[in-house]
């Protein structure tokens, strides 16, 4: 029996409002991965957000299949689709069917602007609960009221943590602020060793052998810096012997080109002489084998951002045992492993 397990009618249940967990953002995977892995403490309800959510409106028990998740036998998920992250009038329905014993809500608070502004109605009835991300100074006074409406705020990484903090300093929460850094499942991302379906998909990928591999993995949009990677890469391979250049390549797991983003065909050829500055841009949607895999062909995974909450790319690589280059900004810092002159 699991750690911490609690009987299903025993159990607290708590409202998420997120991106839909069965969606592959991040902020999706990282709701999903909480409440996969509190599900036996837990009974969970998902106020599950889309861009114009094509199951809007209907409802789906997730129960059986996180059961099988988890080798638990009484899971109690569901997901409740709705377009963007709802609006007052659902979320007071929501409360009143399955009367939840804690709300907890995910990512930007200016996306949840309407929420705060009903927090004394929903604070009458179940604490109101923020994992929180802000990941640059300056300091976001102008999130302070929200702040202050919260009953607890889970800070992303340390760098949020100090934000929130110095935010609240006239209205001291020290009790209420608490560093929950995001968590991987290390049963889906990990060194492959010995794998002939992994050699496989890397023949696949890569084609011929590579003496040095670099990968990206992001969406194509703008403040993920894709331009400037590549042109990090041909800078690179222009400080190496041809022929070493020739045996080294760039992997970019994103669309090649996006109305948000860049025309990134256009940037390669403007830049990169294809014999010798080898980009390939793969469009293909991996499971969590498929990605597995495509982490572990890569010497190093590289990405540039300069606006990120925490950068999941970065920990999933490196729970697949691979080095990352990021900048040090926002929740990358985090998995950077700083150290003081103690050690710590």
């Known amino acids: 029996m699991k750690e911490g397990y609690i009987p299903k009618d025993k159990r607290k249940k708590i409202l998420m409002l997120s991106d839909d967990i069965r969606t592959h953002s991040g902020v999706g995977n990282m709701a999903k991965e909480i409440i996969i892995n509190s599900a ?14 094509p199951e809007k409106g209907q409802g789906f028990d997730l129960s059986a299949d996180i059961n099988k998740i988890t080798g638990l036998t009484d899971a109690d998920v569901k997901v409740l689709a709705c ?13 009143n069917q399955e009367k939840p014993d804690a709300i907890v809500h995910f990512t930007d608070p ?51 943590k100090n934000l ?17 850094p995001h968590g ?11 794998d002939f379906e992994f050699e496989a998909f890397k023949e696949r990928i890569l084609g011929e052998d590579k003496d040095f591999v670099v990968l990206h993995v992001s969406r194509n949009i703008r403040r993920k810096n894709q331009p400037d990677i590549i042109l990090a890469w041909r800078t690179f391979l222009d400080q190496l012997p041809v022929e070493k250049a020739k045996k080294c390549t760039l992997l970019m797991k994103t669309e090649a080109s996006f109305e948000h983003g860049t025309d990134l065909n256009a940037v390669i050829n403007s830049l990169c002489d294809p014999e010798i500055h080898q980009v390939k841009i793969i469009n293909e949607r991996f ?3 498929g ?8 010497d190093a995974h590289m990405f540039l951002t300069d606006n990120e909450g925490w950068g999941l ?8 045992g691979r080095m990352i280059i990021a900048p040090v900004q926002g929740g990358m810092q985090d998995q950077m492993r700083f150290e003081d002159e103690h050690g710590d």
């Open 313 to 320: 790319g970065l920990t999933e690589s490196l729970t697949a």
């Open 40 to 53: 036996h403490h837990f009974n969970w309800c998902n106020l599950g957000g889309a861009v114009k959510h």
């Open 291 to 298: 990605l597995n895999y495509l982490y572990n062909c890569s």
């Open 164 to 180: 929130v903090e110095n935010v609240l300093r006239d209205h001291p929460k020290p009790e209420c602020v608490q560093y929950v």
């Open 287 to 289: 499971d969590d084998k």
């Open 83 to 95: 377009d963007g992250y709802g609006n007052p009038h659902i979320l007071r329905s929501v409360i």
């Open 184 to 194: 991987i499942d290390e049963k889906k991302y990990f060194p492959v060793v010995n």
């Open 110 to 160: 200016r996306y949840w602007v309407w929420l705060y502004s009903m927090e004394n109605e929903i604070r009458q009835q179940c604490p109101l609960i923020f994992y929180t991300i802000w990941d640059d100074l300056p300091y976001p006074m102008w999130n302070r009221e929200f702040y202050r409406s919260d009953d607890m705020l889970l800070c992303i990484s340390k760098q949020t």
